[in-house]
């Protein structure tokens, strides 16, 4: 069970994302602006913290900026809502690693919780083991099973936790970049669903049928035939992530522009705005088939 800080001044949003992360299983702390959340972390540390952006007091994105600098190894969720995406921009570049919209929030909030949850504790049993892999590369095939990109992403933590001197937050941030790349290339790009689809934006809820329903497809032809394809390297200027498909479709969506307001509800499932807030650079290859995720190891951001 973690322990989960909830920042958001309406009582209904409030009610709402409580009543599901302890639906999960978690032990969720309620308050209804950053100032307070501010106090309540200093007070006794949560696992995470989950925060709306516009707030009295101290607002979602100067909570990322000063939780962040006071614990570099403590990861905030911001939930988002139509008006504040230029708050929601600048706490995914203060720190913040990873946003669920408020109209997405039965759908997204459990999925985003449990995947961070799920790399902060591979991060705490690798603490003490940074260092001590050196230039590691290697390669791994995923089969088009959404159910494989997790293992796959937690490995990958693994390796950051080894052999790099990023902290908890920036790892995870790498890490919700790489899986959002693997979804588009599965998703997307090989099993070919269309954006306008509703089974990807509906996958993601507790027992969701649609899980079964890509696995089905996945079997069939010409998609049970292609791979994804994820390589890593990492030396000590930086760190590369290749991430291939050999299906049609289309690695992104390139419009509209990441961070405008119709991006952050079409961009949901497919993470652009995360690649280019996480990331310090992205090379797209081979048509939008390919894609290059650096991170540099002088950057923390």
């Known amino acids: ?49 989950v925060t709306d952006l516009r707030m009295p007091e101290l607002n979602g994105c100067q909570l990322v900026e000063r939780m962040l600098e006071w614990d570099p190894n403590l990861p905030c969720v911001v939930v988002t809502a139509r008006g504040s995406e230029g708050l929601a921009v600048d706490a995914l ?27 902060v504790e591979v991060n705490a049993i690798f603490k003490d083991f940074t260092g001590h892999l050196e230039n590691p590369e290697y390669s791994i095939q995923l089969p088009n099973e959404v159910v494989a990109i997790e293992p796959s992403v937690l490995y990958v933590m693994q390796t950051l936790a080894a052999a790099t001197s990023l902290s908890t937050v920036q790892r995870i941030r790498v890490g919700a970049a790489i899986s959002s790349a693997l979804f588009n290339a599965m998703c997307y790009g090989n099993l070919e669903i269309k954006d306008e689809d509703p089974v990807v934006s509906r996958m993601f809820a507790v027992d969701s049928p649609d899980h079964h329903e890509l696995r089905e497809r996945a079997t069939q032809k010409p998609y049970c035939d292609r791979k ?33 307001s119709d991006s ?30 650096v991170k540099s190891e002088s950057n923390r951001n």
């Open 1 to 49: 069970m973690a322990t989960i800080l909830l920042a958001e001044d309406s009582s209904t949003h409030t009610a709402l994302m409580r009543s599901l992360l302890e639906q999960d299983g978690h032990r969720v702390i309620c308050v209804v602006n950053g100032q307070l959340a501010w106090e309540a972390a200093q007070e006794s540390r949560p696992d995470l913290i």
């Open 93 to 119: 570049a203060m720190g913040a690693v990873n946003f669920v919209p408020k109209n997405s929030l039965q759908k997204l909030l459990n999925h985003v919780v449990r995947q961070t949850l799920a790399m």
């Open 228 to 260: 994804v394809l994820l390589k890593v390297s990492v030396s000590k200027a930086d760190t590369r992530f290749s991430i291939s498909h050999e299906g049609p479709g289309l690695m992104t969506r390139l419009t509209p522009a990441p961070g405008t």
């Open 264 to 293: 952050f509800e079409l961009e949901q499932c497919r993470g652009f705005v995360l690649m280019t807030s996480f990331m310090d650079d992205i090379i797209f290859q081979s048509g939008n088939s390919s894609v290059i995720l």
